[in-house]
């Protein structure tokens, strides 16, 4: 039977937990070829195992997206290895705790906007070569509430997640009659390391798991969403 995603490859960060873990695993389920970027050894092999098992492939790519010195040398590994890009799919994030911002030090405020706001938009940039050589392909930055309630405590976290749905309509708008396509999703709360971390005062076990919002992510991946340009997405109006 053919997979949906058979002959695309995908660039997933935080592929080596969480959602991006779940992401990752149901594009190798669908055929998909996944280069997979965490920081985590370990936890990308378990990724790689899993994606193999389900019948994908798997380059696991062990890499700190707030190292913005070396993104150069991963285009280099990648540009004569890699075909073409048919997705990016921004996962990776972190988080300590909420903060109000009068007590937020300004190491953990510019660490939030490094990982959340200029790594998804540099590892783009490096990576639109790649992405050009696709027939089509789909930019998926990941947000959260955020990019449309005002919460309180989320310091440089919530303004980059908010920041996120301008930066879609930006890439968009300069690319206006490309095959590639920019949008934000967000995927609602969800059980993760993250979220335990972010609202130590729910039970995870009130939330889904990470691996019921990786349909929306694959859709929006599909050929099926190439009318989505621009737009702030939510996983629920997606699946
Ligand atoms: N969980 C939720 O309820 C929720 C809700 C809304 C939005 N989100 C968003 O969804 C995304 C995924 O979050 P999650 O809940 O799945 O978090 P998670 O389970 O904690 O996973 C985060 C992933 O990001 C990677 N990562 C963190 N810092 C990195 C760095 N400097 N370089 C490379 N990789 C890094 C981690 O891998 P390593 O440790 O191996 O580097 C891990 O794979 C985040 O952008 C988050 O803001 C989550």
Known sequence: MSKCFEHKIIMVTGASDGIGQQVAAALGEQGASVIALGRNEDALGVTQKRIEELGGRCLCIPFDLTNFDDYGKLFLALKNQVPHLDGLVHCAGSLDRCTPMQYIKVDKFRDALDIHLTAPNMLTQMMLPLL????SASIIFTTCDMVHDDQNNWHAYGFAKRALA??????????????????????????????????????????????????????????????????????????
């Open 132 to 135: 050009r050589r696709a027939e």
């Open 166 to 239: 301008y930066v879609a309509a930006m890439w968009q708008g300069e690319h206006p009659d490309k095959p590639y396509r920019f949008n934000t999703l967000n995927p609602g709360r969800v059980r993760t390391e993250l979220f335990k971390r972010a609202y130590p005062g729910i039970l995870p076990s009130k939330v889904p798991l990470a691996e019921s919002v990786a349909p929306a992510y694959l859709k929006l991946l599909a050929d099926e969403s190439k009318g989505f340009r621009g737009q702030s997405l939510n996983a629920a109006d997606l699946m």
